[in-house]
C-alpha cells in the first residue's frame, strides 16, 4: 500500500520560495518619485491647480475642513503613494498650507475656513479648567489674593447678568410695541387716515 500525502492537492497552491525577491509587489521596494522638497512641492502646487481639483479643494474648504488636516492628508497620500518619504512629507506641509490658504482666500477675504482642527468648545473648557486649576493653587497658596479674584469675578458676573437682562427687557418692550403697531392696522381696525 502506497503512501498518499494528504497535502499533495494544496501543495502547488501557494508560491514558492523566494518568489517576493523576485516579483515587485512592494511600492516602497523602489526609491520615491521626488527626492528634493521643490519637486515634491512644486508637483503638489501644480496637482492643485488643476481645475477639477481646485474646486474639490475649495469645496472642502469651504464647507468647514481645516486647512491643516487637508495639507496633512494631501502628504500622507504622497507617502503612501510613493511620491517622497516622511522627511519630505512634513517639510511640505507648512508650504502646501499657505498654497492653500491661499486658494481659500482668492475669491475674497471675506469667506470664512479654519486653519486648524481646533474646536472653539474644546478650547473654552480648556481655560475654564486651567482657570479653575490655578483658583484652586491659588486658595491654597494665597488665599488673601482668593478671595479678592473671586469676590471680582462675583461683581463683574452680577454686573454682567443685570446688563443682559435690560437688554431683554428693552427688546421684550420693542416687540410689545411691534405688536401692538401691527394690530392696530389689521382689517377689523383699520388705521385712521390722516388728513
Known sequence: MAFENPNKSRMYNRAPPGSSWTANTNRWASPPRFVKVDDALNYVVGQLKKP???DTTKKLIYSGTPVSVLASTISLQGFADNMWNPDIAELIKPAVKMYLTSVAIEDGDDIPFRLDGSNSRTRI??????????????????????????AQSRMQAAAKEEQQNQELAMRREERFKEQKRQAAGGFLNPPKPTA
Open 52 to 54: 477639477k481639483n481646485r
Open 125 to 150: 473648557a480648556q481655560e475654564v479648567e486651567e482657570d479653575f486649576n490655578f483658583l484652586e493653587k491659588m486658595r491654597v497658596q494665597n488665599p488673601e489674593l482668593a478671595r479678592r479674584l473671586e
